[in-house]
């Protein structure tokens, strides 16, 4: 199906730039900017410009765009000199820490993440 577009959402308001945001990286599919409260030197968030709730739901309906996202990050990663790694996650369910309900890659980077996450 069509992904619904929801006027109230954070993420689809900065994918069009109502609201405003540290850009990164732009494509055709996705938008990447700075998360407002970083956990790590680097930490940007890489969303589809279309509205879905999680990346299962990206990679089902749109899969280009799944891959378009982490193809980004990946970019990211590279230009910002996380030569000795980075993590990409997407926290699913309020469960797992999930607040935006409109998907989003974490590229987290720039200092030794511990695992397992906490
Ligand atoms: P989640 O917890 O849903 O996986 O991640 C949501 C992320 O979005 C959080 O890391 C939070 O800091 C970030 N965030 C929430 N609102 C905004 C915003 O308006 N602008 C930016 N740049 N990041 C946001
Ligand atoms: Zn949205």
């Known amino acids: 199906s069509a992904p619904e577009p929801d006027k109230d959402c954070i993420f689809c308001k900065i994918a069009v730039g109502e609201i405003p945001a540290e850009i990164v990286h732009a494509t055709e599919l996705s938008v990447a900017f700075r998360d407002v409260n970083p956990q790590a030197p680097v930490h940007v968030l890489v969303v589809p410009r279309d509205h879905y709730e999680n990346a299962a739901e990206v990679a089902h ?8 996202m982490i193809a980004t990050a990946r970019d990211i990663a590279e230009k910002e000199g996380l030569d000795d790694g980075y993590r990409m996650v997407f926290n ?16 987290l980077g720039g200092r030794s993440l511990e695992w397992p996450p906490g």
């Open 61 to 68: 309906w749109a899969p280009a765009a799944a891959s378009d």
């Open 92 to 107: 699913t369910g309020p469960a797992a820490g999930q607040t935006v309900f409109h998907a989003h890659l974490h590229l």
